[in-house]
Nanobody
Framework: QVQLVESGGGLVQPGGSLRLSCAASGSIFSIYAMGWSRQAPGKQRELVARITSGGSTNYADSVKGRFTISRDNAKNTVYLQMNSLTPEDTAVYYC???????WGQGTQVTVSS
């Protein structure tokens, strides 16, 4: 059974930074692509960043140049470094194993002055 646990969310002022972490249990982590998605109130969940098992990355246009996804296969952990945050980035952020039903419980990110 795969479990994903996100951490690192919180309240930050506009222009600030946060780093989210997602720790995965199980042995499948290193062979799958991982993703970070977010869901704001009243909006659909959207994929913001994806990283393959080999380290190739893709980003939504809305976060390109501000967010960086990375992974440490030795620690079974994927990260999302978020810089230059704006109120539009406020959402619950989820990590998931791409192409599977495995999702974390989410971590709240609130950008507000």
């Amino acid at each position: 059974q795969v479990q994903l646990v996100e951490s690192g969310g919180g309240l930050v002022q506009p222009g600030g930074s946060l780093r989210l972490s997602c720790a995965a249990s199980g042995s499948i982590f290193s062979i799958y692509a991982m993703g970070w998605s977010r869901q704001a109130p009243g909006k659909q969940r959207e994929l913001v960043a994806r990283i393959t098992s080999g380290g190739s990355t893709n980003y939504a246009d809305s976060v390109k140049g501000r967010f960086t996804i990375s992974r440490d296969n030795a620690k079974n952990t994927v990260y999302l470094q978020m810089n230059s945050l704006t109120p539009e980035d406020t959402a619950v952020y989820y990590c998931n194993v791409r192409g599977t039903k495995h999702w974390g419980q989410g971590t709240q990110v609130t950008v507000s002055s």
